[in-house]
């Protein structure tokens, strides 16, 4: 079905893997997929490919986008090319309101099912601009769960420095010594000091 599909979570839910799961299905039954995850960071500003990679250590190639992409164009070319059959977008929430449009585009104009997998909101409970756009135009959206320490669902993330204790300022991507861990709003907004 060429929708515009949202899978969302928490931090460690598995997105990744179911990502990587339903890519293996398509390709498993002779079709073709194409793969993107972000260029956002942590990959060289001149790399056209990277890689997906879930927890658990799965891992497939895939295209990289960053904020000047025109996702439209690039699917189109290739689908020109190669026919497709689904598109895969890995760290969904770094996608920009216009790509999230472009994608919704794929499926509208070129009637191929786009599937989105990101978190929701950041380490300070605000939404990301992919995750917002995703939230108000795709055409199903789905949760991916996970659990906070206390067995409630985890809906939040907290970032925590090397001693284990919440940040609460900084910019919202930060790649570094900093951990994440999935909480329910109660541990959240208790981490945070709120």
């Not at 199903?140 to 300022?169: F, P, Q, S, V």
Request: net charge negative; with cysteine; proline share 2%.
């Amino acid at each position: 079905m060429s929708k515009l599909y949202f899978t969302y979570s928490a931090m460690n839910a598995g997105k990744s893997a179911i990502l990587l799961q339903a890519a293996y299905n398509y390709r498993e039954r002779g079709m073709e997929v194409m793969l993107w995850t972000s260029g956002h960071y942590g990959v060289a500003p001149s790399a056209e490919m990277g890689e997906i990679e879930s927890r658990i250590g799965l891992r497939a190639d895939a295209h990289l986008f960053r904020a000047q992409t025109n996702l439209f164009d690039a699917i189109a070319a290739q689908h020109a090319d190669t026919p497709l059959s689904a598109i895969f977008f890995d760290e969904a929430q770094f996608l920009t309101k216009d790509q999230v449009w472009q994608l919704a585009r794929v499926g509208d104009r070129l009637k191929l099912p786009v599937l989105c997998y990101g978190l929701r909101t950041d380490f300070q409970g605000e939404l990301f601009e992919g995750s917002s756009a995703l939230l108000a135009i795709a055409d199903d959206l789905r949760e991916a769960r996970t659990i906070c320490h206390c067995g409630k669902k985890a809906i939040m993330t907290a970032r925590l420095d090397e001693n284990g204790k919440a940040i609460t300022e900084g910019a919202q991507v930060s790649v570094g010594k900093e951990v994440y861990v999935s909480l329910c709003r109660y541990h959240w907004e208790e981490a945070l000091g709120r």
